[in-house]
């Protein structure tokens, strides 16, 4: 069935096809609306679980933690200063190993207050254990969500998927809502056994005992733990995959973890996550017509970082140009740092340029993109770690202003 | 029938086992004894940071019956009634109705860090027993000042010549207001009292509420023997009344002997420093809130 909807709509089918049995949430813009659908779906009788009305995003979070504790499927959604409300709870539920699926939408924080997009938040809950998943289009959000709950059921890990305030959030694309007879063929229920004795419990089929006690006067425990989790890397990515051609099999879309777009010969790949891949295919389509070697790799998985597969999209390129939407202040874009560890290390030198572009809600457009492509071109190298990619043009005023690198 | 009339029922069974972490004296393990006599195995613990959850695992996990580790979960600080509502639609999802759901958290748990969660717990009726095991300070961190301390008391955040100079928060009349089923305030020196008040909340539904007084021997300054005797005198010197609110009605179990509140201050070396002057300004507060007590035994609460 065929709908014209929003992200934060397309999050809710993906939830209510999931069929999670307990699904709590707290309203904050701009991700209020994905609550409110699946509230609507509750008071319908279309959602079996149970929906509540929680009186933070800490207890948003921690109560679908409880519940998956107990053994259910579980759904919530959050924002930016939610995300960061959250942010204690994130850690316990990746180090408990629990399933748990939550959408963000991508919003920066406060101060100074802004609604609308910015990849910060959840960027900024890259060490705590959880998977990422960054999305570009509304249909990708709603197949991201049932993916989400196969690969983090299979892999036992906390997964978010991401997807822009605004630009998805807000805004309306027709998506192919998927009949609950495939979704189910597609993801079986979730029904662990589980056996829980003081302080450890254990899923008694295939996955690993979960920890919700303590590891305190063992720290050889607690390091065999986080030993564990940290190898779960390849077997994440790898379920990712499998899962995504899975799902291509039954529903004829798919979205690898890294995609790699007309890269076959390209001299220039431009790397992007979000809702800007789309503004930049468009360009790297023109860019081609003009018999130009660009290339694009999407970004949709973060974490756990898929290097391998980073390496294999990026490696040995003349040029690697990464944009996005983030600044970790005083040093440089976080997608921009990580693929240029991936790509650096034990390999031969690549060139990466890194544009930080689009904070806040600016527009990242074609002719941004554009001139980002020309600069990487005309520099033999970058000669920064961070170019302004669209700074609103302002007075010079002093000597580090002088010497920063800016594209207007 | 009313409560009071039902015949207490619990096992002779023991469900927490020696060696267990808890300081020597601790009121804290005489609770979890009486209180897992009248539940019994089939429980799920949920517990915050504090002395109770990692005093039950170490040195070797304490809360076993017949070999079988009892239920726990430790969660995050302010958490506790958050998890358990969770574990509890799960549990109800799943077709398991019997399990109590229990959160077993401190006064800093509760009254502090944790209290928009008990509220917003309570608001929703959550289907949960909630236990505050209260010894009027963060006494697992070495006895700084919470918001249950008592006006007067030296902890390691108030010292002297500069004790706490603020009222203990009232949690009783904040959890009577959410108009829950069941709250009751419990004592480890009236077992009988104690059990048929976890009976009482096991056998209602929704959000129940326990608050338990559980002296403390490091934090309260007192010799290890005494934790029973402190216990008894906080209920007979008023300062710690014996009630439990089911409905709108608010009924005093156990009748105080209104003995000075200086017998109860006067073991207990946090308060060593207290002029007589400040004594008589606690026994004037402890008069007047029994008063208002009184006054809503006789009115209700609702």
Request: aromatic content about 18%.
């Given at each position: 069935m065929i709908k014209v909807i929003t992200g934060n709509e397309a999050a809710a089918y993906g939830a209510l096809l999931s069929r999670p049995a307990v699904v709590c949430a707290y309203p904050i813009t701009p991700q209020s609306r994905i609550p409110e659908q699946i509230s609507e779906f509750h008071a319908q009788g279309l959602l079996k679980g149970k929906f509540i009305n929680v009186e933070s995003e800490m207890a948003a979070l921690g109560y679908v933690t409880g519940a998956s504790v107990g053994g259910v499927r579980v759904f919530t959604a959050t924002s930016s200063q939610g995300l960061a409300w959250m942010h204690e709870g994130l850690h316990w539920a990746a180090g408990a190993r629990l399933p748990i699926v939550m959408a963000n939408v991508n919003r920066p924080f406060g101060a100074p207050w802004n609604l609308t997009c910015d990849q910060i938040d959840s960027l900024a809950q890259r060490d705590t254990g959880w998977m990422q998943f960054y999305c570009e289009s509304n249909q990708e959000i709603l197949d991201t969500v049932i993916q989400a709950y196969r690969i983090a059921e299979q892999v036992s890990l906390p997964a978010m998927v991401c997807l822009d305030g605004v630009y998805l959030s807000y805004l309306s694309e027709s998506v192919d809502i998927p009949d609950q007879t495939k979704v189910d063929e597609y993801l079986p229920p979730y029904d662990p056994q589980f056996e829980i004795t003081g302080g450890t419990w254990k899923l008694l089929d295939v996955h690993p005992p979960i920890k919700g006690g303590y590891d305190l006067f063992s720290p050889a425990g607690f390091m065999g733990d986080r030993y564990e989790l940290h190898k779960l890397e390849s077997r994440c990515v790898e379920t990712a995959v499998e899962a995504d051609k899975e799902f291509y099999e039954l529903f004829g879309r798919s979205y690898p973890p890294v995609e790699e777009y007309k890269c076959d010969d390209a001299d220039l790949v431009v790397v992007c996550s979000g809702s800007a891949v789309g503004t930049c295919r468009q360009v790297i389509n023109s860019l081609r017509d003009k018999g130009w070697k660009v290339g694009l790799v999407k970004m949709k998985m973060f974490r756990p970082f898929p290097k391998e597969l980073v390496r294999k999209a990026?490696?040995?390129?003349k040029k690697v140009a990464v944009i996005e939407r983030d600044l970790s202040p005083g040093q440089c874009g976080i997608f921009f740092q990580e693929i240029k560890w991936a790509l650096n290390i034990n390999h031969k030198f690549t060139p990466i340029y890194g544009f930080v572009s689009g904070l806040g809600g600016a527009d990242i457009t074609a002719t941004l993109v554009e001139k980002a492509i020309l600069y990487a071109m005309e520099k033999e190298l970058p000669e920064q770690e961070v170019i302004w990619l669209g700074l609103e043009e302002k007075k010079i005023s002093d000597d580090y202003d002088r010497n920063t690198i800016k594209i207007y | 029938m009313t409560t009071t009339e039902i015949p207490l029922r619990y096992t002779k069974e023991e469900y927490i086992q020696p060696p267990h972490g808890f300081c020597v004296g601790c009121s804290i393990p005489i609770a979890l004894r009486w209180f897992l006599k009248v539940t019994g195995e089939k429980v799920i613990l949920l517990m915050p940071p504090g002395c109770a959850s990692p005093s039950v695992l170490f040195p070797k996990p304490s809360l076993i019956h017949q070999g079988k580790r009892i239920k726990m979960v430790a969660t995050p600080f302010g958490s506790a009634a958050i998890f358990a509502g969770g574990v509890k639609s799960a549990l109800v999802a799943r077709g398991d109705t019997e399990t109590q759901v229990v959160a077993w958290a401190g006064d800093g748990a509760t009254l502090d860090i944790g209290l928009a969660a008990v509220s917003a717990a309570a608001e929703r009726n959550e289907g949960i027993i909630y236990v505050c095991y209260d010894n009027e300070a963060y006494q697992n961190t070495g006895n700084q000042r919470s918001s249950a301390t008592p006006w007067g008391v030296r902890t390691t955040t108030n010292p002297l010549p500069k004790p706490k100079m603020e009222y203990k928060k009232d949690i009783m009349s904040i959890i009577i207001a959410h108009r829950i089923p069941y709250a009751a305030t419990l004592s480890t020196a009236y077992p009988d009292d104690f059990m048929r008040k976890v009976q009482n909340a096991k056998r209602s539904s929704g959000f129940r509420f326990l608050h338990i007084l559980t002296p403390c021997v490091t934090g309260?300054?007192?010799?290890?023997?005494?934790g029973v005797k402190i216990s008894r005198l906080a209920v007979q010197t008023k300062v710690f009344p014996l009630f439990e609110a089911e409905g709108d009605a608010i009924t005093i179990t156990k009748e105080p002997k209104g003995l000075p509140v200086e017998e109860y201050i006067r073991v207990q070396g946090r308060y060593r420093h207290l002029t007589k002057e400040q004594v008589d300004m606690i026994q004037n507060e402890v008069d007047k809130r029994w008063n208002q007590l009184q006054y809503l035994v006789r009115y209700g609460s609702k």
């Open positions: 990026l490696s040995g390129r | 309260w300054q007192f010799p290890l023997e005494l």
